[in-house]
């Protein structure tokens, strides 16, 4: 029995809190589709302007090899090339090394608070600009790596992969530079991916007599291998579009080479070095190279995302 | 591995307690600077099954996990006392704990399958080993045996996700006898489980111990009495300021229940208290 001065506190929601709510989840609504519509309009745009330069030059823009504003003739595939070249090689050094040091800060190696310090101090390479780094690669990467490419090309120079004999800028310090540039986000999500595989099935592992590694190996990585997967997208999509450091890096010269010694260009880099002194169709051409970039990076990122989703199905067991 | 080979396992027993195949002295236990367990001494019969009940936090899984050495992967954790399996000393200094659990086989309080196929989670073990006959074979034996063959045998590439709770229980404990360990500790393997599919892992129990030695915690004391041979009873002693467990009788399971000899046994399986 309640005393009879306490009365019920139930009431239903008054008209203001539902418009509250209403507009509210209106609101979100229109900033999630603002957010479509600002992609939409940047790609209208600059779509606009590129026009006429896609006309102009039609499928010779995408394989040609000049580019050459006197001339008019404008072609992108060095630059196309030298994007997915150097990001590549930047994903195969930095997804390698980040996975690794994923495992080292989420697996036990070290006291807890030492991997919170560690995984603290890596995320923070994500902050040094871009520029910071073109100047680092510049003053010590290129100078310290010249010797060694000196050394393979003496040894191996017959193959087209280490010719020329490197003098200055180069693909491989370009990438090298943007692997670590990527190396943050690597290891970023890989850590979650890992930090994400529940205790409990480690747990099961080491019951069964498995070793650190074999439980590594054997359970971890497989179980969080979307995960980790996602992460290395995401990381390829960030090296698609890394400009300023490459711009200082890769000697700018837009001309196709398999070689790792020799001096290349990306497809950012081109637009970010050209277009200060472009006019006319240079101009309108470097946008039809910005929107190339753009589906490129677009198209991984989505990739990215839609195998991150997976993760987390597939670890309640619905994939 | 190891230098020291752990001695091999003598042949199945026919389910009749004819010695001691692990004995647990625990004099203290602590993690860091907490004092967890003390005075437990549990000789664990072979060929039978022994529960450990208790309120939560007598440190009854605490016991469990000094089996097979769990506890080593937890910081801080030390104690005095000796587990010794077949008489030899699991703790010693040149005994690697991955090979004891090897030995020692464990399935957990949650289901806890591999994000893999059900024939991945249970040849699992068999890989480790370095088994090279034939898995198809030993997969199919070890589900016979956890009595989920016939539910999974269509599904073996499916996700060992993919099985309801009961079934993934299952999984696991065929993933621990694949490999055929002389003991299986069960950390209240139905604590998760719905009433059909606790009463399958009882069923389970009790024909695994016709080949296996079964140590199993359990928060439920029907289910000791159903299938525990012996139980240890333990409880928490506050009287020091903490909340140290200690073992307060170890009697054949029937007489513990029927004829508790301590007051906090009786009070217990009585209900008054946890």
Not at chain 1, 19 to 31: E, I, K, L
Not at chain 1, 138 to 152: G, H, N, S
Not at chain 2, 147 to 176: F, P, T
Request: charged share 20%.
């Amino acid at each position: 029995m309640s005393p009879p001065h306490v009365t019920s506190l139930p009431r239903p929601p008054t008209a203001g809190e539902k418009a509250v709510d209403v507009t509210f989840r209106h609101g979100t609504f229109a900033v999630g589709l603002g957010v479509l519509g600002l992609l939409a309009l940047i790609v209208v745009e600059i779509g606009g302007v590129a026009a006429p330069a896609l006309r102009e030059q039609g499928l010779q823009f995408l394989h040609g090899e000049t580019w050459d504003a006197n001339q008019q003739v404008y072609g992108i595939r060095p630059q196309i090339w030298g994007t997915l070249y150097s990001s590549t090689i930047a994903l195969v050094v930095g997804g390698v090394l980040g996975i690794a040091v994923a495992l080292f800060i989420s697996q036990g190696f070290l006291p807890r608070k030492l991997e919170l310090l560690l995984k603290t101090v890596i995320e923070l390479l994500a902050a040094i600009p871009s520029v910071v780094y073109g100047l680092w690669g510049i003053f010590f990467v290129l100078p310290a790596l010249r010797p060694v490419t000196e050394a393979i090309h003496d040894a191996f120079g017959d193959f087209a992969l280490f010719s020329p004999r490197s003098a200055g800028p180069n693909l491989l310090g370009g990438s090298l530079v943007l692997a670590i540039m990527i190396l943050p986000t690597v290891t970023a999500v890989s850590r979650d991916a890992f930090a994400a595989v529940p205790g409990k099935v480690r747990e099961a592992a080491f019951g069964l007599g498995a070793t650190r590694w074999e439980c590594i190996f054997g359970v971890v990585l497989p179980t969080a291998s979307s995960g980790v997967f996602g992460a290395l997208v995401l990381a390829f999509g960030r090296a698609l579009g890394e400009t300023m450091a490459l711009a200082m890096l890769l000697g700018n010269r837009n001309e196709f080479s398999w070689s790792l010694f020799a001096p290349s260009n990306t497809l950012a880099s081109l637009i970010a070095n050209t277009f200060p002194e472009a006019t006319g169709t240079e101009r309108n051409a470097l946008m039809c190279a910005a929107i190339v970039l753009l589906l490129i990076t677009l198209a991984v990122n989505v990739l990215g995302t839609l195998i991150l989703a997976r993760t987390n199905r597939r670890l309640r067991g619905l994939a | 591995m190891t230098a020291i080979e752990l001695p091999q396992r003598p042949a199945p027993s026919n389910g009749s307690a004819d010695g001691i195949v692990i004995d647990l002295k625990l004099d203290r236990l602590w993690y860091g600077d907490f004092f967890a367990v003390r005075d437990t001494h549990m000789p664990i019969e072979r060929g039978s099954i022994t529960a450990f009940i208790g309120p939560s936090g007598c440190g009854k899984s605490t016991a469990l996990r000094c089996l097979n050495r769990m506890n080593d992967l937890v910081e801080g954790f030390r104690f005095e006392g000796h587990v010794r399996f077949q008489d030899q000393d699991i703790y010693h200094p040149r005994i690697d704990p991955v090979a004891v659990r090897r030995h020692i086989g464990m399935v957990f309080q949650q289901p806890n399958p591999f994000a893999m196929s059900v024939y991945k989670n249970v040849a699992f073990g068999l890989k480790l080993n370095g088994y090279k006959g034939d898995y198809a074979e030993r997969v199919e034996l070890a589900l016979r045996r956890a009595a989920l063959w016939d539910e999974v045998k269509d599904k073996l590439k499916q996700s060992g996700l993919s099985l309801s709770g009961g079934q993934q229980q299952r999984l696991c404990i065929a993933r621990a006898i694949a490999t055929e360990p002389a003991v299986l500790l069960m950390d209240e393997p139905c604590s998760a489980l719905d009433p059909i599919a606790t009463r399958k892992i009882e069923e389970l129990m009790l024909e695994l111990k016709e080949r296996y030695t079964i140590a199993i915690v359990t928060h439920n004391l029907q289910q000791a009495q159903r299938v525990a041979d012996k139980t240890g009873f333990m409880y928490v002693d506050t009287s020091q300021g903490g909340r140290t467990g200690y073992l307060v009788e170890y009697r054949p399971t029937r007489e513990l229940f029927d004829d508790p000899r301590e007051q906090a046994t009786k009070d217990y399986i009585a209900g008054q208290f946890s």
